[in-house]
């Protein structure tokens, strides 16, 4: 089954830069999969940040468009989430995600969090 491990989290000052990444393993071949990045605020559920899907299609929650770009490698199976001009407001835990039989970002951006099945572990991002 699918495995996400993420890092690249840290501490910041407002208006800096991160890069987060997550390696996955254990892709189904015959399978399509949105990939994305999700964040937990304490006491909040996950909440969209950015998809992208199997085309490389990218889709953006609106409080972080023109600041987060979504990427991926698919040579080593690794998805980024570079984090430019960083808020106070953008601190939480980061987690990305996949999710299978994916043909559109939105099936994953807005989908119940229970209905996703794969997660990676958290980065914690903190922006001061």
């Known amino acids: 089954h699918v495995q996400l491990v993420e890092s690249g989290g840290g501490s910041v000052q407002g208006g800096g830069s991160l890069r987060l990444s997550c390696v996955g393993s254990?892709?189904?071949?015959?399978?399509?999969?949105?990939l994305g990045w999700f964040r937990q605020f304490p006491g909040k559920e996950r909440e969209g940040v950015a998809v992208?899907?199997?085309?490389?299609?990218?889709k953006y929650a609106d409080t972080v468009k023109g600041r987060f770009t979504i990427s991926k490698d698919n040579a080593d199976d690794t998805l980024y989430l570079q984090m430019n001009s960083l808020l106070p407001e953008d601190s939480a835990t980061y987690c990305c995600?996949?999710?299978?039989?994916?043909?559109?970002?939105?099936?994953?951006?807005?989908?119940?969090?229970?209905?996703?099945?794969?997660w990676g572990q958290g980065t914690q991002v903190t922006v001061s």
């Open positions: 995600a996949a999710l299978e039989w994916c043909l559109s970002g939105d099936e994953l951006l807005y989908a119940e969090i229970t209905d996703i099945r794969y």
């Open positions: 254990g892709y189904n071949p015959h399978s399509d999969y949105c």
């Open positions: 992208i899907d199997s085309e490389g299609t990218t």
